[in-house]
Protein backbone atom coordinates (compact mmCIF):
# COMPACT_ATOMS: atom_id res chain seq x y z
CA UNK A 1 0.00 0.00 0.00
CA UNK A 2 1.50 3.33 -1.05
CA UNK A 3 -0.31 6.07 0.27
CA UNK A 4 -0.20 9.36 -2.51
CA UNK A 5 -0.43 12.77 -1.58
CA UNK A 6 -1.84 14.23 -4.30
CA UNK A 7 -2.52 18.43 -5.83
CA UNK A 8 -2.94 19.80 -8.81
CA UNK A 9 -1.58 19.91 -12.39
CA UNK A 10 -1.97 16.72 -14.39
CA UNK A 11 0.83 14.87 -13.18
CA UNK A 12 -1.38 13.13 -10.33
CA UNK A 13 -3.21 11.31 -12.67
CA UNK A 14 -0.77 10.34 -14.91
CA UNK A 15 0.83 8.54 -11.46
CA UNK A 16 -2.82 7.45 -10.81
CA UNK A 17 -3.08 5.78 -14.33
CA UNK A 18 0.00 3.96 -14.24
CA UNK A 19 -0.90 2.51 -10.53
CA UNK A 20 -4.29 1.12 -11.57
CA UNK A 21 -2.63 -0.38 -14.16
CA UNK A 22 -0.06 -2.29 -12.25
CA UNK A 23 -2.81 -2.90 -9.45
CA UNK A 24 -0.82 -1.49 -7.01
CA UNK A 25 -2.56 -1.20 -3.44
CA UNK A 26 -3.23 2.95 -3.09
CA UNK A 27 -4.99 5.38 -1.07
CA UNK A 28 -5.04 9.17 -2.31
CA UNK A 29 -4.33 12.03 0.43
CA UNK A 30 -6.58 14.87 -1.39
CA UNK A 31 -4.97 18.28 -1.07
CA UNK A 32 -6.04 20.01 -4.46
CA UNK A 33 -8.13 22.71 -4.54
CA UNK A 34 -11.37 21.43 -5.83
CA UNK A 35 -10.63 17.98 -3.86
CA UNK A 36 -10.89 16.92 -7.24
CA UNK A 37 -9.87 12.74 -6.23
CA UNK A 38 -13.12 13.12 -3.98
CA UNK A 39 -15.08 10.59 -6.71
CA UNK A 40 -12.29 7.66 -5.98
CA UNK A 41 -13.47 5.61 -3.20
CA UNK A 42 -9.51 5.40 -1.94
CA UNK A 43 -9.74 9.55 -1.36
CA UNK A 44 -9.17 11.25 1.75
CA UNK A 45 -9.88 14.62 1.69
CA UNK A 46 -7.51 16.48 4.07
CA UNK A 47 -6.51 20.51 4.85
CA UNK A 48 -2.86 20.74 4.64
CA UNK A 49 -2.96 21.64 8.41
CA UNK A 50 -4.28 18.30 9.47
CA UNK A 51 -1.44 16.54 9.70
CA UNK A 52 -2.74 14.15 12.59
CA UNK A 53 -5.14 13.21 10.44
CA UNK A 54 -2.84 12.51 7.46
CA UNK A 55 -0.46 10.31 9.38
CA UNK A 56 -3.40 8.25 11.43
CA UNK A 57 -4.88 7.33 7.67
CA UNK A 58 -1.63 6.48 6.53
CA UNK A 59 -0.86 3.81 9.28
CA UNK A 60 -4.47 2.72 9.79
CA UNK A 61 -3.65 1.36 6.27
CA UNK A 62 0.06 0.43 6.96
CA UNK A 63 1.33 2.73 4.52
CA UNK A 64 4.88 2.96 5.22
CA UNK A 65 5.38 4.64 1.91
CA UNK A 66 4.05 7.91 0.22
CA UNK A 67 4.52 9.91 -2.84
CA UNK A 68 3.95 13.81 -3.40
CA UNK A 69 2.61 15.16 -6.90
CA UNK A 70 1.13 17.96 -8.43
CA UNK A 71 1.14 21.38 -6.99
CA UNK A 72 -0.37 22.30 -3.63
CA UNK A 73 -0.70 26.08 -2.92
CA UNK A 74 1.14 27.18 -0.07
CA UNK A 75 -1.15 27.90 2.65
CA UNK A 76 -1.58 31.28 4.89
CA UNK A 77 0.05 29.29 7.95
CA UNK A 78 -2.17 31.85 10.52
CA UNK A 79 -5.61 30.36 8.79
CA UNK A 80 -4.55 26.95 8.53
CA UNK A 81 -7.62 24.22 10.50
CA UNK A 82 -5.26 22.81 12.52
CA UNK A 83 -5.52 19.48 14.23
CA UNK A 84 -3.42 18.50 17.21
CA UNK A 85 -0.66 16.87 15.77
CA UNK A 86 -1.06 19.94 13.58
CA UNK A 87 -0.43 22.43 16.43
CA UNK A 88 2.39 20.41 17.55
CA UNK A 89 4.28 20.50 14.28
CA UNK A 90 3.49 23.66 12.57
CA UNK A 91 6.45 25.69 14.47
CA UNK A 92 8.79 23.61 12.67
CA UNK A 93 7.11 24.91 9.65
CA UNK A 94 6.48 28.51 10.61
CA UNK A 95 10.29 28.40 10.69
CA UNK A 96 10.72 26.67 7.92
CA UNK A 97 8.51 28.86 5.79
CA UNK A 98 11.28 31.70 6.15
CA UNK A 99 13.74 30.20 4.24
CA UNK A 100 11.09 29.24 1.51
CA UNK A 101 9.11 26.50 -0.27
CA UNK A 102 11.91 24.24 -0.67
CA UNK A 103 12.73 23.95 2.98
CA UNK A 104 9.01 23.79 4.10
CA UNK A 105 8.91 20.00 1.98
CA UNK A 106 11.73 19.10 3.39
CA UNK A 107 10.83 19.56 6.92
CA UNK A 108 7.53 17.81 5.93
CA UNK A 109 9.21 14.58 4.88
CA UNK A 110 11.62 14.63 7.63
CA UNK A 111 8.23 14.88 10.08
CA UNK A 112 6.78 11.80 8.07
CA UNK A 113 9.93 9.90 8.25
CA UNK A 114 9.77 10.56 12.16
CA UNK A 115 6.64 9.06 12.02
CA UNK A 116 8.13 6.24 10.17
CA UNK A 117 6.82 7.32 6.82
CA UNK A 118 9.62 6.96 3.59
CA UNK A 119 8.51 9.75 1.07
CA UNK A 120 8.92 8.22 -2.63
CA UNK A 121 10.64 9.87 -5.82
CA UNK A 122 7.72 11.24 -7.32
CA UNK A 123 8.71 9.51 -10.83
CA UNK A 124 8.85 6.41 -9.24
CA UNK A 125 5.98 4.65 -11.10
CA UNK A 126 6.49 7.30 -14.59
CA UNK A 127 10.18 6.92 -15.43
CA UNK A 128 9.43 7.76 -18.50
CA UNK A 129 8.06 11.48 -17.73
CA UNK A 130 11.43 13.07 -17.40
CA UNK A 131 13.99 13.81 -20.40
CA UNK A 132 17.59 12.37 -20.76
CA UNK A 133 20.55 15.14 -22.14
CA UNK A 134 19.96 15.86 -25.42
CA UNK A 135 17.34 18.14 -28.45
CA UNK A 136 14.15 17.21 -29.12
CA UNK A 137 12.77 18.95 -31.55
CA UNK A 138 14.35 19.31 -35.37
CA UNK A 139 15.04 23.29 -34.26
CA UNK A 140 18.27 23.29 -32.25
CA UNK A 141 19.52 26.24 -30.26
CA UNK A 142 21.67 28.61 -32.23
CA UNK A 143 24.63 30.46 -30.56
CA UNK A 144 22.43 33.58 -29.47
CA UNK A 145 20.02 30.85 -27.81
CA UNK A 146 23.43 29.19 -26.31
CA UNK A 147 24.30 32.40 -24.96
CA UNK A 148 21.08 32.70 -23.39
CA UNK A 149 20.50 29.52 -21.70
CA UNK A 150 24.25 29.67 -20.28
CA UNK A 151 22.88 33.26 -18.85
CA UNK A 152 19.60 31.65 -17.71
CA UNK A 153 21.31 28.70 -15.73
CA UNK A 154 24.21 30.79 -13.98
CA UNK A 155 21.30 33.10 -12.74
CA UNK A 156 18.78 30.39 -11.46
CA UNK A 157 21.85 29.16 -9.25
CA UNK A 158 23.45 32.31 -8.16
CA UNK A 159 19.29 32.51 -6.41
CA UNK A 160 19.45 31.34 -2.68
CA UNK A 161 19.64 28.12 -1.70
CA UNK A 162 16.22 27.79 -0.97
CA UNK A 163 14.27 30.47 -2.97
CA UNK A 164 10.83 29.59 -4.67
CA UNK A 165 12.12 30.51 -7.99
CA UNK A 166 12.26 26.96 -10.36
CA UNK A 167 11.82 29.37 -14.05
CA UNK A 168 13.61 31.99 -15.65
CA UNK A 169 13.21 33.57 -18.64
CA UNK A 170 16.01 35.58 -20.76
CA UNK A 171 16.12 37.11 -23.83
CA UNK A 172 19.31 38.45 -25.91
CA UNK A 173 21.48 37.39 -23.03
CA UNK A 174 19.37 39.54 -20.32
CA UNK A 175 17.26 38.55 -17.12
CA UNK A 176 13.31 39.23 -18.77
CA UNK A 177 11.72 37.72 -15.90
CA UNK A 178 12.49 34.92 -13.13
CA UNK A 179 9.32 33.37 -11.51
CA UNK A 180 8.00 33.96 -8.23
CA UNK A 181 5.11 32.86 -6.38
CA UNK A 182 2.83 33.21 -8.94
CA UNK A 183 4.33 30.75 -11.09
CA UNK A 184 5.37 29.99 -14.84
CA UNK A 185 2.12 31.23 -16.17
CA UNK A 186 2.56 34.72 -14.96
CA UNK A 187 5.90 34.62 -15.16
CA UNK A 188 5.89 34.05 -19.12
CA UNK A 189 2.55 36.64 -19.31
CA UNK A 190 5.00 39.58 -17.91
CA UNK A 191 7.85 38.03 -20.51
CA UNK A 192 5.75 39.11 -23.44
CA UNK A 193 7.23 41.94 -25.78
CA UNK A 194 5.65 42.66 -29.32
CA UNK A 195 8.71 43.78 -30.24
CA UNK A 196 9.88 39.63 -30.30
CA UNK A 197 8.92 36.96 -31.87
CA UNK A 198 10.86 33.23 -31.17
CA UNK A 199 13.34 34.86 -29.65
CA UNK A 200 14.48 34.06 -25.71
CA UNK A 201 14.66 30.76 -23.64
CA UNK A 202 12.34 29.52 -20.95
CA UNK A 203 14.96 27.50 -18.23
CA UNK A 204 12.99 25.21 -15.60
CA UNK A 205 15.86 24.21 -13.69
CA UNK A 206 14.92 22.46 -9.55
CA UNK A 207 16.07 24.78 -7.08
CA UNK A 208 19.36 24.49 -5.25
CA UNK A 209 19.91 21.93 -2.75
CA UNK A 210 16.19 21.12 -3.92
CA UNK A 211 15.02 17.39 -2.00
CA UNK A 212 14.94 15.84 -5.88
CA UNK A 213 12.02 13.44 -4.53
CA UNK A 214 9.71 16.40 -4.60
CA UNK A 215 8.41 19.04 -6.44
CA UNK A 216 10.60 18.69 -9.46
CA UNK A 217 10.21 21.56 -12.33
CA UNK A 218 7.05 20.53 -14.87
CA UNK A 219 6.69 21.41 -18.33
CA UNK A 220 3.75 20.43 -20.60
CA UNK A 221 1.91 21.56 -23.57
CA UNK A 222 0.48 24.46 -21.42
CA UNK A 223 3.83 25.84 -21.15
CA UNK A 224 5.06 25.42 -24.23
CA UNK A 225 1.62 27.96 -25.68
CA UNK A 226 2.76 30.21 -23.03
CA UNK A 227 6.02 30.32 -23.80
CA UNK A 228 4.94 30.53 -27.87
CA UNK A 229 2.95 33.43 -26.50
CA UNK A 230 5.55 34.94 -25.04
CA UNK A 231 7.35 35.39 -27.96
CA UNK A 232 9.94 32.31 -26.59
CA UNK A 233 12.26 30.38 -29.26
CA UNK A 234 12.69 27.42 -26.85
CA UNK A 235 12.26 26.20 -23.51
CA UNK A 236 15.23 24.25 -21.42
CA UNK A 237 15.19 21.32 -18.79
CA UNK A 238 17.37 20.09 -16.72
CA UNK A 239 18.56 16.34 -17.03
CA UNK A 240 16.35 13.81 -15.26
CA UNK A 241 15.44 16.42 -12.98
CA UNK A 242 11.93 17.43 -14.34
CA UNK A 243 8.73 16.33 -15.36
CA UNK A 244 7.44 16.45 -18.79
CA UNK A 245 4.18 16.03 -19.77
CA UNK A 246 2.06 15.85 -23.23
CA UNK A 247 5.94 14.79 -24.62
CA UNK A 248 4.64 14.13 -27.91
CA UNK A 249 2.51 17.05 -28.31
CA UNK A 250 5.04 19.36 -26.99
CA UNK A 251 7.84 17.77 -29.28
CA UNK A 252 4.98 18.30 -32.35
CA UNK A 253 3.75 21.52 -30.87
CA UNK A 254 7.61 22.89 -31.32
CA UNK A 255 8.28 21.26 -34.65
CA UNK A 256 5.06 23.35 -36.20
CA UNK A 257 6.41 26.88 -34.45
CA UNK A 258 9.97 26.43 -34.88
CA UNK A 259 10.99 26.05 -31.29
CA UNK A 260 13.33 23.91 -29.66
CA UNK A 261 13.18 21.78 -26.41
CA UNK A 262 16.37 20.88 -25.01
CA UNK A 263 17.45 19.12 -21.91
CA UNK A 264 20.96 19.68 -20.13
Avoid: W
Amino acid sequence: MIGLIFGDTDFPNQILKTIKKKKIKYLIIDLSKTKKFRQNKKTYPVSPGQFGKIINILKKNNCKNVLFAGKVNKPNLSKLRLDLKGVYYIPRIIKASKLGDAAILKEIIKILAQNKIKTENSLKFNPELTLKRGNYSKIKPNKQDKLDIKKAIKTLYSLDQYNFSQGIVVRNNKVVSVESKGGTKKMLKKSRNKKFKNHGVLVKFPKKKQDLRIDLPTVGLKTMKQSKAAGLKGVVVKNKRHIFLDKNKCISFANKNRMFISVK
